[in-house]
């Protein structure tokens, strides 16, 4: 019962895709970054490099199979797990950084355990990047290769020396020219021949640097962001590093298209323009250019705040006696309209928020309604679908709801946010977690469930107050659930003096977890804190009890089911998971649990947070003496009330500002609150 919609919500972002652009494209991805050499210097930043890029591509869409700090055997794991994912894979994607090198015209990949005392070693302690090469061409699609391997290394002096002086010549400076396949384009850090630099004093190398700058662009076609991350390299190292491409794409690519597309998905910026660019509030627009200052839409946003202001200084005519607004009569029903996935894969959870907003509503009737006057529910179904969110939301306000409980899923309440608020109309969301949300910076939208993030929050407040001084790792399995809240909490660690000892990820196809295990016993580790979901928790806790291995995990509340304690078996005994509190047991929620229970359904916190919500817009608009928007959002922001969930309070932005959570123990067959 605490899984609730961000569970929900990562179920839907992996079948729909995380990022609306990608949605009609598989992208597939391998990341890794060698420093820590064992027979050589270290290299700063490899690692710190891969790991930002495979968090970006992550956030772009990307299936990410990532490694830092590789031996032979290791890379030789990962470029198998990527291969088993190219299958159908429309767009694949290589990054490496770290030491590589060229010989006879050939490209190669030094993994950290490399020793490279002769020429033969190549075949055996190197990885030919053709090799790469030839399994993204197997099938059409868009292949990307991006290497930041071009690093002046000691490897080349050690076959350079056991070549001789004739055939060492065959050994090149920095990479060759490789010849890209039909639908392939290959991004070198640096012209062929020629050698990258590492990064000095920097946590990226300046070719990593810029791609991180640049790839996110909304609109901006691949060739021409590899144009402003050749300029901004080359004024970063003063003209010393130039890098290069070949290309034989057959079509346009982009990371991230067009916003202004239908397909594309809505960036923060638009959502924020759109909500306001047909208001005639002077502070919307000052807003607008207050936030985003080098926004798309400045000029446009000037333009309307002049005008706007030119307006405000005409003097203005009186009307005689003017008309008051037609009030509708007391008594006249006041409609909400409680918004989710009433059909579909999700419709239970639906059903659910039905029930408990015609719960709410018969309760407020019965004490006299909302400033005298009854309420109606209206009941709409989205599906969970953005695209229908946005629809059925039209359709909410045209019928003229004086407020709406939904949506369900983030990214249908995200859709629909704008519409609303556009419109005046309060939502308060039940369900819906994903932290961008409230981040959009509109006053309409608040939720009574705490944001994703606050999860990672507690969960490091724990582990300081219980395992402080224990060797920490933090593990995810890729997906923007599991990097978002692995990132958090590591933030958190670090603000309160913790560091983390080992930073780990995993695919979610993953089986065999032994080399993650390896390094997680050699390092001493007694607490893993896991990003993501039963399957594979269950068989990381399973593989390293069978070694004699026995840490601490705790997970998010993506392995709160009993599908981890079946897979896991007795090693799921004693694992900890973070998850909402278990609003049933609060004594504010007993008669409604009671009422549910009489009717054959056992609550949950769908119900129950449902619930709260319809009770949060029913005391605000009482207080407010008012159904005017404005009146009742003051309230939602200054006041706190009573609710089934306990007291609550909402932030400036929309936040409960409570915080939820509790910590849950695996005990006896079932998740039990600690």
């Known amino acids: 019962m605490w899984r609730r919609a961000r569970l929900l919500l990562v179920v839907a972002i992996l079948s729909l895709g995380a990022t609306p652009w990608a949605r009609a494209e598989s992208r597939v991805a391998l990341v890794i970054g060698n420093s820590a050499y064992q027979h050589a210097p270290a290299l700063d930043n490899p690692r710190n490099d891969a790991e930002a890029i495979a968090a970006s591509l992550n956030r772009l869409g990307f299936s990410v199979v990532k490694g830092v700090d590789l031996t032979k055997s290791e890379m030789e794991k990962k470029i198998k797990a990527f291969s088993n994912q190219l299958n159908g894979a429309q767009v694949a994607l290589v990054y490496y950084a770290g030491h590589g090198l060229q010989v006879s015209g050939e490209n190669y990949l030094i993994p950290v355990d490399a020793k490279l005392e002769d020429e033969t070693d190549l075949h055996f302690e190197a990885v030919d990047v053709s090799i790469l090469l030839e399994l993204m061409e197997r099938q059409r699609r868009t292949s990307l290769v991006f290497l930041d391997a071009c690093r002046d290394n000691p490897f080349a002096q050690n076959l350079a020396r056991s070549m001789g002086a004739g055939r060492s010549t065959s050994l090149g400076r920095g ?219 039209q359709d909410a306000v045209k019928a003229g709801v004086a407020a709406v409980i939904g949506h369900f899923c983030s990214q249908a309440s995200i859709s629909a946010a704008k519409i609303y608020a556009a419109k005046g109309v309060v939502q308060i969301s039940p369900a819906s977690s994903n932290p961008l949300l409230t981040e959009l910076g509109l006053s309409s939208i608040f939720r009574v469930v705490p944001r994703d993030d606050r999860q990672g929050d507690f969960a490091a407040y724990y582990i300081v107050k219980q395992y402080s001084g224990v060797p920490i790792a933090i593990v995810h399995d890729q997906s923007s659930y599991g990097v978002d809240l692995a990132e958090r909490v590591k933030k958190e660690l670090a603000n309160d003096g913790v560091e983390v000892a080992l930073e780990e990820s995993y695919t979610d196809r993953q089986k065999d977890f032994s080399g993650l295990l390896s390094k997680l016993k050699s390092a001493g580790i007694q607490v893993i804190y896991l990003g993501g979901f039963p399957q594979a928790a269950a068989a990381i806790i399973r593989q390293a009890w069978e070694t004699g291995y026995h ?76 159904l005017e928007t404005k009146k009742i959002i003051a309230v939602l922001k200054s006041q706190s009330f009573k609710t089934v969930l306990g007291p609550l309070a909402f932030d400036a932005k929309g936040d409960v500002t409570s915080l939820l959570f509790q910590m849950y123990v695996w005990n006896d067959g079932a998740w039990r609150p600690q």
């Not at 079509?251 to 239908?262: H, K, R």
């Not at 089911?561 to 998850?579: P, Y």
Request: glycine letters at 8%; charged letters at 20%.
């Open 551 to 626: 840490p601490q995990l705790i997970g998010s509340d993506g392995i709160g089911t009993t599908e981890f304690g079946s897979l896991a078996g007795e090693a799921a005994h004693g694992a900890l998971m973070t998850a909402e509190i278990d609003a049933s047991s609060k004594p504010e929620a007993a008669a409604v649990v009671a009422r549910l229970r009489a009717q054959g359904q056992e609550s949950t916190d769908y119900e129950l947070f449902t619930y709260a919500a319809v009770q949060v817009w029913a005391q605000a608009t009482q207080s407010a003496g008012s």
């Open 175 to 393: 990479l060759a020219i490789t010849e890209a396949g039909i639908g392939t384009l290959i991004a070198f850090a640096t012209q062929p021949g020629n050698i990258a630099l590492d990064g000095v004093a920097t946590k990226h190398s300046p070719f990593t640097a810029a791609l991180l700058e640049h790839i996110a662009t909304p609109g901006l076609e691949i060739r021409q962001m590899l144009s402003r991350v050749r300029g901004s390299v080359i004024d970063a190292t003063g003209g010393k590093q130039v890098p290069w491409d070949h290309s034989s794409l057959t079509g346009d690519f982009y990371f991230v298209p067009q916003p202004a597309t239908p397909s594309a998905a809505p960036t923060l910026e638009a959502l924020f323009w759109d909500s306001i660019k047909e208001s005639r509030s002077q502070s919307d627009f000052q807003s607008y250019l207050d936030r985003f200052p080098n926004g798309t839409f400045v000029d446009l946003a000037r333009t309307r705040l002049a005008e706007l202001k030119q307006t405000a200084q005409q003097p203005q005519v009186a009307t005689a006696n003017p008309e008051p607004a037609p009030q509708p009569p007391r008594g006249t029903p006041v409609t909400l309209a409680v918004i989710g996935p009433m059909s579909g894969d999700y419709s239970k959870f639906g059903d659910q928020l039905k029930k408990a907003a015609d719960i709410a509503v018969a309760d407020i009737n019965s004490a006299g309604g909302v400033l005298g006057r009854p309420l109606a529910l209206t009941v709409l179904d989205d599906r969970c679908e953005p695209g229908r969110a946005e629809s059925v939301a």
